[in-house]
């Protein structure tokens, strides 16, 4: 797939959390919420100023990140579902640490 988000926008994949209760029921998904973290997998130039200059996002490609939960716009792309977002729409990148890497 290649895509190249204008501006300030955002590909973002939903990362699909465990649906399976500690006990053992697997939840359909009918029954469970959309999520509302993604991984970015492209962003566009940067946000265009007045003067006519850009200014580089402050996300980059890889990175994990929560959003809104009716933020940005679905599209199905090689049958994958992808979120477009403005920048503005992520409320903040979530930082992988080592004692998170050693949880996972």
Do not use: C, W
């Not at 999520?35 to 265009?48: F, K, N, S």
Request: glycine share 10%.
């Amino acid at each position: 797939m290649n895509i190249r988000p204008l501006y300030d926008r955002v590909i973002v994949k939903r990362i699909e959390k465990q649906r399976q209760t500690a006990s053992g029921i697997v939840i359909p998904d009918s029954a469970t919420e959309k999520p509302e973290q993604g991984e970015v997998l492209a962003v566009g130039q940067g946000r265009a100023l007045a003067d006519g200059g850009l200014r580089p996002l402050a996300v980059k490609v890889g990175d994990s990140v929560l959003f809104g939960k009716y933020a940005g716009q679905a599209v199905k792309l090689d049958g994958e579902e992808l979120l477009v977002l403005r920048e503005e729409d992520i409320l903040g990148v979530i930082e992988h640490t080592a004692a998170n890497a050693k949880a996972a």
